[in-house]
């Protein structure tokens, strides 16, 4: 009996200096895998400890806040804190790997010692990326034109099997002889869109003098067609750094920066006549955290052709990469008009589950 109550009195002891230890251990419960996230640990400054931090394979440190530059070592996947600038304090930036699985989850261990005891902590974090697929390839389509519109026999059903949004661009082969544009009406809500919206920023450069690099750069990256390469997508993620700072800075910029865009939108919306077809469309696939760039394109078959091939590039929101899928299906197109060509938007020979 009196060893029982001993042993049960050390454990109450060591819980006890473990939440005297510990007052907040945190890293957050997801991450879009090849992104950052943070974690902290406090702790009482007056007790001198040692912290080990066991890296699970995908998860590495990039920075560390509060530990002197001779005050850790790394060895492997183990990296172990003795020598910080305040005791009680440490911050991290732990950066994600692009994994195989496309969901995951990971678990950091956290080993604490002093001279007393030590204790050992766990936190998990679920990781999750897109992953695109085909999930059906129709062996032949048919465009068939008519005074109504266009009907299309079937369509390529694209799934996001992942919990992470996907970026498409869907392009077509270089030696194809189907050319992919802009319809004529949304070529000119988009020179009209971003003209005015030039007009409007250069008011709020009179404003907010200390932005206008920002909302000069804004103007001439918005003007390019999207692009999955690596110097135009660091371009607009050091962008979209820019641009959180200068929101945080000042909400006034925000708000008339935001405002500036709605109404540039707004003032030239008029001049897509497809407008409803392709909002309904966009309704569509955004619970499915997919997201089609340049959704408005079409495609201009010609209608001698007896192939439809397209290219589908994937990125995220975390600038990952992914092989391309190439899609080809047997298409014929029905009409009775004189061009030599259908047009067809995009989305309309898609589906996305």
Not at 122 to 142: D, G, N, S, T
Not at 172 to 190: L, M
Request: glycine share 4%; charged share 30%; proline share 5%.
């Amino acid at each position: 009996m009196v060893n029982n109550y001993i042993t049960k009195l050390s454990i109450l002891n060591m819980l006890d200096n473990s939440y005297k230890l510990i007052k907040s251990l945190y890293i957050p419960q997801d991450c879009l895998q090849g992104a950052e996230f943070p974690g902290h640990i406090l702790w009482d400054g007056q007790i001198p400890i040692k912290i080990k931090v066991f890296l699970p394979d995908g998860i590495s440190v990039s920075e560390m806040y509060n530990v002197r530059y001779d005050g850790f070592t790394l060895d492997g996947n183990v990296i172990e804190l003795f020598g910080f600038e305040v005791g009680g304090y440490v911050g991290f930036v732990f950066k994600s790997s692009k994994l195989d699985e496309h969901s995951v989850t990971k678990r950091i261990k956290f080993l604490f010692e002093s001279e007393a005891y030590s204790i050992e902590e766990e936190r998990e974090i679920y990781l999750f990326r897109p992953e695109i697929a085909v999930e059906h390839k129709p062996e032949f389509i048919e465009i068939k034109e008519t005074n109504e519109g266009k009907i299309i026999s079937d369509k390529i059903r694209v799934a996001n099997k992942g919990d992470g949004t996907a970026l498409l661009i869907i392009n077509v082969p270089e030696n194809s002889r189907i050319i992919k544009k802009r319809p004529e009406d949304f070529e000119e809500f988009f020179s009209n869109f971003w003209s005015d919206l030039e007009k409007r920023f250069d008011l709020l450069k009179n404003t907010y003098p200390e932005f206008e690099d920002i909302l000069s750069e804004f103007i001439e990256i918005g003007r390019k067609s999207p692009s999955f390469d690596k110097e135009n997508l660091s371009e607009l993620k050091r962008l979209l750094e820019k641009l959180v700072e200068a929101f945080e800075e000042n909400e006034d910029f925000l708000e008339d920066f935001g405002n500036s865009i709605v109404t540039a939108y707004l003032a030239n919306l008029y001049v897509v006549t497809e407008i409803s077809s392709f909002l309904e469309f966009i309704k569509s696939i955004a619970s499915r955290k997919t997201l089609l760039l340049e959704p408005m394109a079409i495609f201009e078959i010609p209608k001698s052709d007896d192939e439809l091939s397209v290219i589908i590039t994937t990125t995220d929101l975390a600038n990952n990469e992914y092989p391309p899928i190439q899609v080809s299906a047997k298409v014929k197109v029905v009409s009775s008009t004189p061009e030599d060509v259908v047009r067809v938007p995009i989305y309309d020979l898609f589906e996305f589950s």
